[in-house]
């Protein structure tokens, strides 16, 4: 059985072993080795869950002609960066010979209007390969939409002048035929609504499960941190909510929680920056940190 992509990257042919993974282009080794045992496990017929005997075998199929030599080539450093090098050079090649792309999902399109490039780029890569080997008889199409975010992401990022050229036909000239193109919700987002949930149940083990998931995917967001500092607070762990407020505040002075943060631990006579707090100091926050927070996050912490 032959697999054909018709689409993204593989259009110029070009195998995307990125999209097969489901990874970023700048996915690092660790990224990399995780979504591919990730999908080994949706598709060994050893571990899979499959209704039918044509299931097991098109997941097997999958694993072995596709998944599996992605990853081979992609764990290797040496194969890595001389793949990376020649994935690096497409999108250039593209913009200087000016070649025609016809995107076919609204994902891409967004991506390419954006000026956000990096947070739609990876909101929209991490909402496709969610799914991505969910239902098998569409895993080729699925690679093939997220080959066509890495096009367009390599495309962008090479291109600084007028983008126009590049759309074969022009998204402008089917505005008044398709309805407006939503905002993916951002798994960071849904990491925070599950914490703020958490939090009000006082799980807080489990909210810092979710912060722990939302830091890995955007490890400069200030929120991620600020959030975390709230969960130590009501844990009464002092010295380590100080180091996640500390961060929050490094990476956005403004934010908003870390500056409640802070100013609870200056209640306590506390310091962000400063000394570490004692055992005793932490036992202060007992009867304090459901005051600032409780009314971001509901009850307080019994």
């Known amino acids: ?21 489901g990874v970023a282009v700048d996915a690092d080794a660790k ?16 571990s899979g869950s499959f209704s039918c005997f044509a299931d097991k075998e098109l997941a097997g199929q999958l694993l072995s002609k596709l998944v599996n030599p992605a990853y081979e080539k992609l764990s ?16 250039g090649r593209l913009v200087q010979e000016s070649t025609a792309i016809d ?3 609204q994902l891409s399109q967004q991506l390419f209007q ?19 080997y969910d239902e098998l008889e569409h895993a080729i199409k699925l690679i093939a939409q997220l080959s066509e975010l890495n096009l367009v992401y390599l495309v962008r990022k090479a291109d600084t002048g007028n983008r126009s050229h590049y759309i074969h036909q022009p998204i402008e000239d089917n505005v008044a035929d398709t309805p407006p193109l939503q905002q993916p919700e951002s798994p960071v987002i849904q990491h925070f609504q599950r914490t703020k949930k958490f939090i009000a149940e006082n799980n807080l083990f489990q909210a810092r499960v979710e912060l ?3 830091i890995k995917i955007e490890p400069n967001n200030s929120r991620c941190y600020s959030l975390m500092g709230v969960v ?3 844990q009464n762990q002092v010295p380590m909510a100080k180091v996640y407020l500390e961060r929050a505040l490094k990476l956005n002075p ?11 631990l200056e209640q306590m006579g506390l310091k962000i920056g400063g000394k570490t707090a004692t055992s005793s100091e932490s036992h202060q926050t007992k009867s304090s940190t459901g005051g600032v927070f409780g009314s971001l996050f509901g009850r307080k912490n019994k």
């Open 76 to 91: 290797r450093s040496h194969d890595l960066a001389e793949y990376i090098l020649l994935l690096s050079g497409m999108g």
């Open 232 to 234: 130590y607070l009501k």
């Open 31 to 46: 990224e990399i080795r995780r979504r591919y045992l990730k999908i080994a496990r949706r598709l060994h017929p050893d």
């Open 254 to 264: 403004q934010d908003e929680t870390a500056l409640a943060g802070k100013k609870q």
């Open 1 to 21: 059985m032959s697999f054909k992509v018709d689409g993204g990257l593989f259009k110029f042919d070009f195998t995307d072993y990125h999209a097969i993974l």
């Open 103 to 105: 995107l076919r999902n």
């Open 114 to 132: 954006t000026h956000n490039i990096d947070s739609v780029y990876k909101t929209s890569l991490h909402k496709l390969a969610e799914t991505q």
């Open 212 to 214: 722990q998931e939302a």
